[in-house]
């Protein structure tokens, strides 16, 4: 399983960016996105399921939506109303049917004020 984050770079605070996430290889049961900002821990953002299921963060939502293409094998994140402490490494994660997980490469995202 192969998956290729983009859709990163450099906004201002309070514009919106969409990330996408490509995947190839063994269908995926769910996917989803963490983010890691500059000297913090790893912190997951939102996931989706084959099935439709969607959860959040409790801390981040109302600001992400997350979504899916199956036809096109990519999850998208939206991120509205970018803050600067929204900086950071924006993974994309996925899980199979068997459980095995995978990574992709990340793709930054910085926000100046």
């Known amino acids: 399983v192969q998956l290729q984050a983009s859709g990163g770079g450099t906004v201002q605070a309070g514009e919106s960016l969409t990330l996408t996430c490509t995947t190839s290889?063994?269908?995926?049961?769910?996917m989803g996105w963490s983010r890691q900002a500059p000297g913090k821990v790893l912190e997951w953002v939102a996931s989706?399921?084959?099935?439709?299921?969607?959860t959040y963060a409790d801390s981040l939502k109302g600001r992400f939506t997350i979504s899916s293409d199956k036809a096109k094998n990519a999850v998208y994140l939206q991120i509205y109303s970018l803050k600067p402490e929204d900086t950071g490494v924006y993974y994309c994660?996925?899980?199979?049917?068997?459980?095995?997980?995978?990574w992709g490469q990340g793709t930054l995202v910085t926000v100046s004020s």
């Open positions: 994660k996925g899980q199979t049917y068997s459980g095995k997980q995978y």
């Open positions: 290889g063994l269908p995926l049961r769910v």
């Open positions: 989706t399921t084959a099935g439709g299921e969607i």
